[in-house]
């Protein structure tokens, strides 16, 4: 198969991906341990709980002990939301965890993981249709609902979401396959991983400090992709190029555009000056290989 055509685009996810001011920022430890970082514009909002968080100009630190965590800043979380510093509350559990570890230290709603700026988890799976050459000729793009809470009506993989406390991310490539795309289990497992993308990037909600664990499926021409839970406004089948022209400009969330091209590089559908300029942009953002 011949690699796709050059992009138009300037792939500006590559950049995205990791640009904060980091002097805006104040470090949050739990445990003695730094998991993320605080807006130095609400730290007067945290002094409200000086039994729970010790704030300081260098940084806030979790005072609850190990097992009462939880507990401590649940209601922290409730009055912030209130204030309107966390946003989109999703009623759901992310793990709050070490960076260098990978410990969990405690349990956090999902919307305040951005105030905190602490580390999270997602999982995107690429789904590709090969041609007759055994290579991917097709990627299946999703638009997302224009309700979302995030990046409404913008292009994303196949599947996507964030791991919750108690999951893998394969486990949640899995669930969400289902829910997003109406593809049972024994077609999600046949997914294959690939790298691990980190993120670590200003947005509205505060900081996303992320590692995205991207997988690859691929579909049989006759396997069409359905949504189920209302999160995708529509699937669309797409040509190669085309698709990676999504990602390459602005209409694809920065999350979905850099799944794709680890895609795109770990299978070299590119021309090969492109492939090498764009790897050697994008070498910092690898955290691994997942196989």
Wanted: hydrophobic content about 45%; glycine content about 10%; cysteine-free.
């Amino acid at each position: 198969m011949t690699p796709a055509a050059p992009m138009a685009g300037t792939w500006g996810a590559i950049e995205a991906a990791s640009r904060r001011d980091a002097a805006a920022r104040v470090p949050f430890t739990v445990g003695g341990a730094v998991v993320g970082s605080v807006a130095r514009g609400h730290l007067d909002a945290l002094r409200d709980w000086p039994r729970v968080l010790a704030v300081g100009p260098r940084g806030v630190a979790l005072l609850a002990a190990e097992g009462e965590r939880d507990a401590a800043l649940a209601p922290v979380h409730r009055a912030l939301q209130q204030q309107g510093l966390i946003r989109a509350w999703r009623d759901e559990t992310y793990a709050l965890v070490d960076p260098a570890t990978r410990r969990v230290l405690a349990r956090i709603e999902r919307a305040a993981s951005r105030f905190w700026g602490v580390l999270t988890f997602g999982a995107h799976g690429t789904g590709y249709v090969a041609g007759a050459s055994g290579r991917p000729e097709w990627l299946w793009i999703a638009q997302r609902s224009f309700t979302k809470a995030t990046d409404p009506g913008a292009h994303d993989n196949l599947v996507g979401g964030g791991v919750p406390a108690g999951q893998t991310p394969f486990e949640t490539l899995v669930r969400e396959g289902w829910e997003e795309a109406g593809l049972d289990a024994a077609v999600m497992r046949r997914a294959r991983p690939g790298r691990v993308m980190r993120l670590e990037r200003d947005i509205p909600e505060g900081l996303q400090f992320e590692w995205i664990h991207g997988y690859d499926l691929e579909l049989a021409p006759g396997e069409l992709p359905h949504n189920r839970d209302g999160e995708v406004h529509t699937f669309e089948r797409l040509p190669l190029a085309d698709a990676a022209a999504l990602a390459a400009g602005t209409a694809m969330t920065v999350d979905a555009a850099l799944v794709t091209l680890d895609f795109l590089l770990r299978h070299r559908l590119l021309p090969v000056a492109e492939h090498e300029a764009l790897a050697a942009r994008a070498a910092g953002l690898w955290v691994g290989d997942e196989r």
